[in-house]
């Protein structure tokens, strides 16, 4: 490992990072200001341990633990602040569930950030 970079594993969905795609469980060399944009999706692997990389704000994170059979978009969804949801959404970690968390989010808090982010996220995939 590199001075300039540290090792994270992926804790939730699907991560991506200078154009590779990381699925939970998987850990990659990256700057170590990474983990300031993602703080509930990655932890810092540190001598052998790990530390939570949450910095001054505390997220509620989703456990890793659900399978994608088992994905619960009312669950992805109702997680604030609603910066967390956006960032999964816009890093394409819910891309096979887009319907159901946008029926997720019109049931529940239908905040226009969060259609919003969706409706960007089909934009791009569109274009790919």
Not at 94 to 116: N, Y
Request: charged letters at 40%.
């Amino acid at each position: 490992m590199s001075n300039d970079t540290i090792t994270y594993r992926v804790e939730w969905g699907r991560f991506r990072h200078k154009g590779t795609r990381y699925e939970v469980g998987e850990i990659f060399e990256a700057d170590p200001s990474l983990a300031e944009d993602w703080p509930h999706t990655l932890t810092a692997v540190v001598d052998g341990g790990e530390k939570q990389t949450d910095g001054q704000q505390t997220f509620e994170r989703m456990e890793p633990s659900q399978s994608e059979s088992e994905f619960d978009a009312s669950e992805f969804v109702d997680r604030s602040p609603m910066d967390p949801v956006l960032e999964d959404i816009e890093a394409g970690m819910v891309d096979e569930h887009l319907d159901t968390v946008l029926e997720a989010e019109k049931g529940g808090r239908d905040r226009d950030g969060v259609r919003d982010a969706i409706a960007d996220r089909r934009e791009e995939l569109n274009e790919e």
